[in-house]
């Protein structure tokens, strides 16, 4: 009754459905009762309607009236007393949804300074998301005449002269050419919208776990929950959902998500630089139990684009050919360093 009449955030009808729902469930012979209540009370009205209307008809606004002022002090005695009680569904979607922004990864935003591009994979990536009805090219013309004559004759007879000319003007259009740096913050933008999670900073794992946590208390309270009084049968469990204690540490649905690692990935954090053969690799520990470093492979000409400070704090953008492993190591193919 209180969220009928009270809750403007949520659809008041799909409210009375999901109750008289609940009715049926819960309360199944009551619910019965009261639809054979209700045929009786039809049944009873056409057999005694001559008697019934009349009495109907005798004062019918005061009986509505009457019907509309109990609703109406039913839902405002409901308000002021059990209102606090419930909270809508679409409020509490509001708070987790508040909470899940805690810790979000910083956006992609220019400008960006890029260390290192891979200028080809990244042309062949943004290739794969430009529109394929683009407009490559458009063209222009403009065409101008003009003519003059002039007749003179005797009679029914004329002689005339007439010249002209012509010009015209032609435009092509065609869209500029993107710079490689604004193709690849296009495609790291794609990448971060498509795959949020996908962004592994100083505080993913922490993040991960309150979010695991933060679910899983939420679906505890609405399975404990008793229908008829909305109030917990009990309280939480005092390690459901706990965050780990240090950031370096991770539970084991993080580390099976580590061995499942595919796809594009951000790699965010202070990175050891070394030189093997022709490749530059940059490791990034990651944390400590279950052991985990990214390492990610450069071209040996990147090494004089990468800053000389130590250690490097940089993030990588790339895509994993090597999943979490049995040494700890992540391998990735890096196609932008920033």
């Not at 909270?87 to 987790?96: C, F, H, N, Q």
């Not at 259009?173 to 913050?185: E, G, T």
């Not at 959902?241 to 061995?259: F, I, Q, S, V, Y």
């Not at 999943?323 to 992540?330: A, C, H, M, R, T």
């Amino acid at each position: 009754m209180v969220r009928l009449f009270w809750d403007d955030s949520h659809g008041r009808v799909s409210y009375a459905i999901k109750g008289l729902l609940f009715l049926v469930d819960q309360f199944f012979w009551l619910a019965f009762g009261v639809l054979i209540a209700l045929i009786m009370a039809v049944v009873l009205g056409r057999l005694l309607k001559r008697r019934l209307f009349k009495v109907v008809d005798s004062a019918p606004w005061v009986i509505l009236g009457c019907v509309c002022l109990a609703v109406a002090a039913d839902a405002i005695v409901l308000r002021h007393t059990q209102a606090d009680q419930y909270l809508s569904d679409t409020k509490i979607e509001d708070m987790l949804h508040t909470f899940r922004e805690l810790g979000a990864p910083p956006k992609i935003v220019a400008p960006i300074y890029f260390h290192y591009v891979d200028t080809n994979r990244v042309d062949s990536l943004y290739n794969q998301l430009e529109p394929e009805l683009e407009v490559k090219e458009r063209e222009v013309t403009g065409k101008n005449t003009l003519k003059a004559d002039a007749t003179a004759g005797v009679g029914g007879t004329k002689i005339g002269v007439e010249a002209g000319s012509e010009s015209g003007t032609k435009s092509t259009y065609s869209p500029a050419n993107l710079l490689i740096d604004r193709k690849c913050v296009d495609v790291m933008k794609y990448v971060q919208d498509t795959w949020p999670d996908n962004y592994f900073g100083p505080l993913w794992a922490f993040r991960k776990a309150y979010l695991r946590g933060l679910d899983a208390a939420y679906k505890q309270v609405q399975s404990l929950a008793d229908p008829s009084t909305l109030k917990p049968l009990q309280p939480l469990g005092d390690n459901e959902g706990k965050p780990p204690n240090n950031l370096g540490e991770a539970d084991d649905g993080t580390r099976l998500e580590l061995l499942r690692l595919h796809g594009y990935i951000f790699i965010e954090g202070d990175f050891e630089q070394t030189v093997t053969g022709n490749n530059v690799i940059l490791v990034h520990r990651f944390m400590d139990r279950p052991k985990c470093l990214f390492r990610a492979f450069l071209p040996i000409s990147a090494s004089r684009m990468l800053p000389k400070t130590k250690p490097l704090h940089l993030t990588v953008f790339g895509d994993v050919t090597r999943p979490l492993g049995d040494d700890g190591f992540i391998d990735v193919a890096a196609i932008a360093v920033y």
